[in-house]
Every structure is written in C-alpha cells, then in structure tokens.
Antibody
Framework: QVQLQESGPGLVKPSQTLSLTCTVSGDSISSGSYYWSWIRQPAGKGLEWIGRIYTGEITNYNPSLKSRVTISIDMSKKQFSLRLNSVTAADTAVYYC??????????WGQGTQVTVSS | DIQLTQSPSFLSASVGDRVTITCRASQGVSSYLAWYQQKPGKAPEVLIYTASTLQSGVPSRFSGSGSGTEFTLTISSLQPEDFATYYCQQLNNYPLTFGGGTKVEVK
C-alpha cells in the first residue's frame, strides 16, 4: 500500500525559505507512471495546487507561486521536496504531498502544518 | 486560470437524503474533473475521477456526471460517515484548480 509522509520544520520566519520533504513508501517513485504534487490549505480555507514533478525532473508550477517555488526529486531516497522562498504569513497553511495520476490525486500524505511567524 | 464554482457552499441534510453538489467551470475542462471528500483534520480522499469514474473502494452511493463546464456529485443515500467537505478539481489546464468546497452538515 502506497503511503506518503511529509516532513519539515513547522515554524519558518518571514522572508526565509520553507523546505518540506515527502517520503514515498510502497511504490517506486522512479517508475515513470506518476507525477508527484504539492498542495496547500490555509486554515479553514480551500485547496491550492502548488506544483508537480515528473521523473526526469519535469516540473509545472502554479503561476501564482512560480517565482518562489522549486520542486525536486531524489529517486534514490524515494523523496520529493518543496522549497518556497521569501515566505510571508500568507504562506501559513497545511501542506500536503500527493501521488498525482495526471487526472486525480491519490493517495495524499497526512499533511504538515507550517506557520510563518517571527 | 479556470475558476471552479461549487454550489451550494453549505448543505444541511439528514441520513438517507439524496444529495447533489454542482461544480461549474469558467471554461471547458472536458471530463478531467475529480471529486474529493475531506473530513476535519484529514487529507482529502478521491471519490470520483474523470468526471464519472468511481475510485476503487468508494461506496456505490457516490456518483459523478457531467462534462465541459458543468458537473455534479450525487450521494444517493447519505450515510453518517458522509458528513464532510467535498471539493471538485479540474486537471485539464494549468494551473490545476479546486472548487471552494461544499460542507455537508447534519440537519
């Protein structure tokens, strides 16, 4: 059974870089069968897609975040990562990673709360 | 960006009710629309993809229909475990976008 688990600091200072990692178990991240996506959800609000990566490091980003976002993949560690630069309070959210089938996301990680505050 | 408008935003219903949620897209997304269920403190889970395909393991009381710009999610007989928030998502155009959500509450 495929499982995804987000990890990273829960508190980031304004203007610094948010870095999260998603570890995939029970599936081959290098199979070429899937994309791997990041999504976030501010408290009490809806879902925002951040971006996706495909094996070979092909990436697509939400234009609203594109200038600040980098998604990378480490197939040897079965991990993909999110870096978001120059964070502000507006980046405070629960961040999810998900296996991206192209036309749906499944499964999702449990999510990790990231708070931007000094 | 393609805007997805869900209606209603809130819905009060009773166990056994038939529930229908609508998702309208600001431009056509073909059939590349998915529906998710999210319970408090949990990650979303896919129910339906490509507008009408039921995800494996999802009860058959859930169904989806539509194409182009108008889609519906129907729960034929609401069960206690179905009280949750539902989101639609389009995967036809970048950026991928989600609807604002429909919260199904106990009447």
């Amino acid at each position: 059974q495929v499982q995804l688990q987000e990890s990273g600091p829960g508190l980031v200072k304004p203007s610094q870089t948010l870095s999260l990692t998603c570890t995939v178990s029970g599936d081959s991240i290098s199979s070429g069968s899937y994309y791997w996506s990041w999504i976030r959800q501010p408290a009490g609000k809806g879902l925002e897609w951040i971006g996706r990566i495909y094996t070979g490091e092909i990436t697509n980003y939400n234009p609203s975040l594109k200038s600040r976002v980098t998604i990378s993949i480490d197939m040897s560690k079965k991990q993909f990562s999110l870096r978001l630069n120059s964070v502000t309070a507006a980046d405070t959210a629960v961040y999810y990673c998900a296996r991206d089938h192209g036309f749906w996301f499944d499964p999702w990680g449990q999510g990790t709360q990231v708070t931007v505050s000094s | 960006d393609i805007q997805l408008t869900q209606s209603p935003s809130f819905l009060s219903a009773s166990v056994g009710d038939r529930v229908t949620i609508t998702c309208r897209a600001s431009q056509g997304v073909s059939s590349y629309l998915a529906w998710y269920q999210q319970k408090p403190g949990k990650a979303p889970e896919v129910l339906i993809y490509t507008a009408s395909t039921l995800q494996s393991g999802v009860p058959s009381r859930f169904s989806g229909s539509g194409s182009g710009t108008e889609f519906t999610l129907t729960i034929s007989s609401l069960q206690p475990e179905d009280f949750a928030t539902y989101y639609c998502q389009q995967l036809n155009n970048y950026p991928l976008t989600f609807g604002g959500g429909t919260k199904v509450e106990v009447k």
